[in-house]
């Protein structure tokens, strides 16, 4: 088992198992119950995604690398507004969350 990539939060780390499950990629999430003691443990309280089978930690640092690169264009895009309904939509987004639109 080694580790790969310490979470922002249960909800990244979760999304990041189940992407890596969709590539055939066996990880377990470890710490995601910790931020419940905040204040009365060390401030390093992520949750943290480890690759069980080590022979799959190439891939596994490959298809982080893509999500993360993927986040950080879409943060960086900006907001956009939708064709559909002329909503304002955060960068992050791919669909308006009004009507379902793609950006």
Do not use: K, T
Not at 42 to 47: E, G, L, Q, R, S
């Amino acid at each position: 088992m080694q580790p790969l990539y310490q979470a922002a939060d249960r909800i990244e780390a979760q999304l990041l198992q189940d992407l890596l499950a969709r590539h055939r990629i066996e990880a377990r999430i470890f710490g995601d119950a910790l931020s419940g003691a905040a204040g009365e443990l060390p401030v390093d309280i992520y949750p943290s995604l480890w690759v069980l089978d080590e022979r799959d930690l190439p891939r596994a640092q490959a298809v982080l690398d893509g999500w993360l690169s993927e986040n950080r264009a879409r943060a960086e895009s900006g907001s956009w507004v939708c064709r559909g309904c002329g909503e304002l939509v955060d960068g992050s987004f791919d669909l308006c969350w009004r009507c379902g639109q793609e950006h």
